[in-house]
């Protein structure tokens, strides 16, 4: 006789009586999906589990038309895909860069509470975010390698992890995707970029990061994985430094945009 599951869902039941479940983002009891109903490989299902109904129709996914170089979603929902007017003129390192969703509402507050108050227990849904995107624009094939933008020491120390490795590290592994976390480094401690212009930020990161091995990188379909697509500047300063060690291309995948 088999009494796991048993005791796993009792043990659940007596759980939730003394902890009841809450929406990690707005506290609220109400809305969540319980637990039995869930399968991982449902992003939406997962997100149920940790984010009420409220907050997660705040979640606002990228929809075409956005710029097919960057993946800025364009103001007028009419009409294709096509280059935005930056993308026209600034260089980018990347082949293209995609993201789960615009960074506003419920998402823009989940990351807050994962990187600033250092809940890694939104990992699990933020992750299943990034995997429901990266299967909207790629397939496992289409990618040799999984690198995410690394975090100096400094403040690896501060907040004890690293959300990008966070947000691939689960479902990259059970995916059979390669993930390399050493090999690009933060050689140069930078200010955070949060009060930055666009051009101070690109002056500020310039020379932040380096490839440890390039023989690890030459001729590798890259994907890099961020948090946050902001104005770019870091992942475009990560791109270069991997097109420079002899990357075949880098893609950029974030769970959220910047609009
Ligand atoms: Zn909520
Ligand atoms: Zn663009």
Redesign the pocket.
């Known amino acids: 006789m088999d009494i796991h599951p048993f005791l796993q869902r009792f043990s659940q039941a007596f759980l939730d009586a003394i902890f009841p479940p809450k929406c990690l983002i707005c506290g609220a009891f109400d809305g969540l999906v319980p637990d039995d109903k869930v399968s991982f490989d449902s992003p939406a299902h997962v997100t149920a589990l940790y984010f009420c109904e409220a907050c997660r129709k705040g979640l606002i996914p990228i929809a075409s038309p956005f710029?097919s170089?960057?993946g800025?979603p364009f103001i007028s929902r009419e009409g294709e895909d096509h280059?935005?007017s930056?993308?026209l003129v600034e260089e980018k390192y990347f082949r293209r860069a995609r993201a789960f969703g615009v960074y506003d509402g419920s998402l823009m507050e989940a990351i807050h509470r994962f990187k600033y108050a250092k809940r890694a227990s939104f990992s699990r849904p933020l992750s299943a975010l990034v995997r429901e995107a990266f299967f909207r624009f790629w397939d496992v094939n289409s990618i040799d390698l999984i690198v995410s933008v690394p975090l100096h020491m400094k403040r690896l120390r501060e907040r004890g992890f690293n959300q990008s490795f966070l947000l691939i590290r689960r479902w990259a592994k059970q995916e059979g995707l390669l993930f390399d976390g050493l090999t690009l480094s933060r050689s140069r401690w930078t200010e955070p970029q949060t009060a930055l212009s666009r051009k101070e930020r690109q002056k500020n990161i310039k020379g932040a990061f380096a490839v440890k091995d390039p023989e690890k990188i030459v001729g590798q379909k890259i994907l890099l994985v961020d948090d946050v697509y902001t104005t770019g500047s870091t992942v475009n300063e990560c791109a270069r430094v991997l097109m420079e060690a002899g990357a075949e291309f880098v893609d950029v995948l974030t769970l959220a945009r910047a609009v």
């Open positions: 710029c170089k960057c800025l280059t935005c930056e993308c």
